[in-house]
């Protein structure tokens, strides 16, 4: 499987050239950087058997457990994916048309060709093993896209 680097997959504020967010990051530092959520809710995990905090930006979502940022799923414009100057990825970025099967999305191979992920039917998807420098992490991190090859979702999942 594909891999990226943690530190090229932060949550960030469209247009910031502040930091951005990484996975364990406390809710009061994400609060600080991409602003205050639109909902708070608690969450059961079954992969951790144990409850979650919920913070809604718009459609996207970021879960919390015992106070870190654990898993995310962006689902609109009011979160970026990235780098701050480096390369980003947000809801509404489309793939290199011409191809009937393109093969990478800003450098990231395109995985797989059809299917279904987290209950969503995809046309494209980039699926990456998650790394921190030389050590991989039990993450994943999703790109899907439509049959238009518009990116619908970025997601970084616990395997």
């Given amino acids: 499987m594909p891999e990226i680097n943690i530190k090229q997959i932060l949550l960030i504020k469209p247009n910031s ?3 951005g967010v990484l996975i364990g990051a406390s ?3 994400c609060v600080r950087l991409l602003g205050k959520p639109d909902e708070i809710s608690d969450y059961y995990s079954e992969t951790d058997d144990d409850m ?4 809604q930006y718009g459609e996207s979502k970021l879960y919390f457990l015992k106070g870190k940022l ?3 799923d962006v689902l609109d414009s009011r979160i970026w994916v990235g780098q701050v100057n480096g390369r980003i990825f947000k809801i509404g970025d489309k793939l290199i048309s011409g191809s009937v099967r393109p093969s990478d999305f800003r ?3 395109i995985t797989h060709y059809g299917g279904k992920s987290r209950n969503m ?3 494209f998807a980039s699926i990456n093993e998650v790394k921190n420098d030389r050590t991989y992490l039990d993450s994943y991190f999703e790109l899907l896209f ?3 090859g518009v990116l619908f979702s970025i997601c970084m999942g616990d395997k």
């Fill in 17 to 19: 050239s502040s930091e």
């Fill in 27 to 29: 809710s009061d530092e």
């Fill in 52 to 55: 979650m905090k919920l913070y």
């Fill in 70 to 72: 654990s898993v995310w």
């Fill in 107 to 109: 450098g990231l191979p």
């Fill in 121 to 123: 039917g995809f046309a």
């Fill in 146 to 148: 439509n049959s238009k």
